[in-house]
């Protein structure tokens, strides 16, 4: 990479980790906390409460990426933030579950991932996008890592509501981050011919890749009601799952690292992009298996590694593929699409998911994503390679 494009690398790789790690803070004590506010006991709303991020943000992220492509991606990204730090301090004010749904809400109309990936996109070349895409994935990884740890560490001295000033706080630190040490924005896509929805609409590669985040995104909150009581069964207490975790994330990032980037480079990006469909499908089926027998520890770290791995590559090389198979003047319409699947994904797995456990029990929602993770790899099976590889290597079919 040149030092522009590490600059920008490493500068939006932490605007992700700074709004993640806010997050992900949140997650794993929000129902127990968000129980105590008034209105508390209504379980339905603890739900809406923690979904409703997710809605609003699939209802913005084209919006902020179209208006990405004609106002300028640091505006919007500066607008999301601020949107996104102004909803943080709402929930950690909120003295009631409705006004906490209401900065949740707010939270997620400051959906600026579509504006963020597309500004990436615009400061890297095509051969190193997908290193510059796992950069992000890896900050978010790392972030969703350390919140395991930290969360009930932080939310025992600062409660609930410290943890969402918090995440206001580093919200407005990404305010910094955009304007100080992301490089100058490049200007080439406001004189370009303007790209709107029916444009990005009509190619279908960027479709199945659209089907793909959804289906991808869906999967991995769904099993999420499930895999924790998994380890609970095989014998290892809830304080302590981040033994499982940490090390199945960390050892994950290591192997993507050391395979995902030569194998592109010698043009076997669409095999690996497959095979880890396969692997996340294979996942699914291993842990039905496991919720229909008697877990243990040591296969269920084996299978969240395998899981992590799929995952972790195929969150790296999808917004890579969609910013080089998009027009340039229409890169934001295209990754505003891309999120918002991403985003209606984690709505949708969430409510899947609790609907499944709840009828059909562990063995049945993981029969169903694992259905789904096949019904992906047949969509995503006719795409093509793309012709970004190093110099002097030619494509191989994958």
Same mark, same amino acid.
């Given at each position: 990479m040149t030092? $522009?494009?590490?600059?920008?690398?490493?500068?939006?790789?932490? +605007?992700?980790?700074?709004?993640?790690?806010?997050?992900?803070? +949140?997650?794993?004590?929000?129902? *127990?906390?968000?129980?105590?506010?008034?209105?508390? @006991?209504?379980?339905?709303?603890?739900?809406?409460?923690?979904?409703?991020?997710?809605?609003?943000?699939?209802?913005?992220?084209?919006?902020?990426?179209?208006?990405? @492509?004609?106002?300028?991606?640091?505006?919007?990204? *500066?607008?999301?933030?601020l949107l996104f730090a102004v909803g943080s301090f709402v929930a950690a004010w909120a003295p009631s579950l409705t006004w906490l749904a209401i900065g949740r809400a707010l939270q997620g109309a400051g959906a600026v991932s579509a504006a963020v990936t597309a500004l990436l996109a615009d400061q890297t070349r095509d051969?190193?996008?997908?290193?510059?895409?796992?950069? $992000?994935? +890896?900050? +978010?990884?790392?972030?969703?890592?350390?919140s395991l740890v930290a969360a009930p560490l932080l939310v025992a001295v600062v409660g609930l509501n410290g943890l969402?000033?918090?995440?206001?706080?580093?919200?407005?630190?990404?305010v910094?981050?955009? *304007?100080?040490?992301?490089?100058?924005?490049?200007?080439?896509?406001?004189?370009?011919?303007?790209?709107?929805?029916?444009?990005?609409?009509?190619?279908?590669?960027?479709?199945?890749?659209?089907?793909?985040?959804?289906?991808?995104?869906?999967?991995?909150?769904?099993?999420?009601?499930?895999?924790?009581?998994?380890?609970?069964?095989?014998?290892?207490?809830?304080?302590?799952?981040?033994?499982?975790?940490?090390?199945?994330?960390?050892?994950?990032f290591i192997v993507m690292g050391g395979s995902l980037f030569q194998l592109e480079k010698r043009g076997y990006l669409r095999a690996v992009f497959l095979l880890s469909i396969g692997l996340a499908a294979a996942v699914q089926l291993g842990l039905m298996l496991m919720a229909a027998t008697t877990p243990s520890v040591g296969a269920m770290v084996a299978l969240l590694f395998v899981f992590f791995y799929g995952f972790n590559v195929l969150e790296a090389s999808q917004p890579s593929m969609v910013s080089r198979l998009a027009p340039?003047?229409?890169?934001?319409?295209?990754?505003? $699409?891309?999120n918002t699947l991403q985003s209606l994904g984690f709505f949708a797995g969430g409510v899947m998911g609790g609907w499944l456990v709840k009828h059909t029990g562990a063995p049945g929602l993981f029969a169903v994503c694992a259905g789904l993770m096949g019904l992906w790899l047949l969509v995503a099976w006719p795409m093509t390679t793309l012709a970004v590889n190093a110099p002097g290597l030619a494509p191989k079919a994958g």
């Open positions: 030092p $522009v494009e590490l600059r920008a690398s490493f500068s939006l790789a932490s +605007i992700f980790a700074l709004r993640m790690l806010g997050l992900f803070l +949140i997650l794993p004590v929000f129902a *127990i906390e968000a129980a105590k506010y008034p209105g508390g @006991d209504n379980v339905a709303l603890i739900g809406l409460t923690m979904g409703i991020y997710g809605l609003t943000q699939a209802m913005l992220q084209f919006l902020y990426g179209m208006a990405s @492509d004609r106002l300028g991606r640091k505006r919007v990204i *500066i607008f999301g933030l051969e190193v996008r997908t290193k510059s895409m796992a950069l $992000v994935g +890896i900050s +978010i990884g790392l972030m969703f890592a350390l969402f000033a918090v995440t206001g706080a580093l919200a407005l630190l990404g910094a981050v955009v *304007i100080w040490w992301v490089p100058p924005e490049p200007l080439k896509h406001k004189d370009m011919p303007r790209g709107g929805l029916m444009e990005v609409l009509r190619l279908p590669a960027l479709l199945r890749l659209n089907f793909g985040v959804f289906v991808l995104h869906a999967v991995q909150l769904a099993m999420w009601m499930a895999v924790p009581a998994l380890l609970v069964q095989a014998g290892l207490a809830r304080d302590h799952h981040w033994w499982v975790y940490l090390p199945a994330v960390l050892g994950s340039a003047h229409a890169r934001g319409a295209a990754m505003g $699409v891309y």
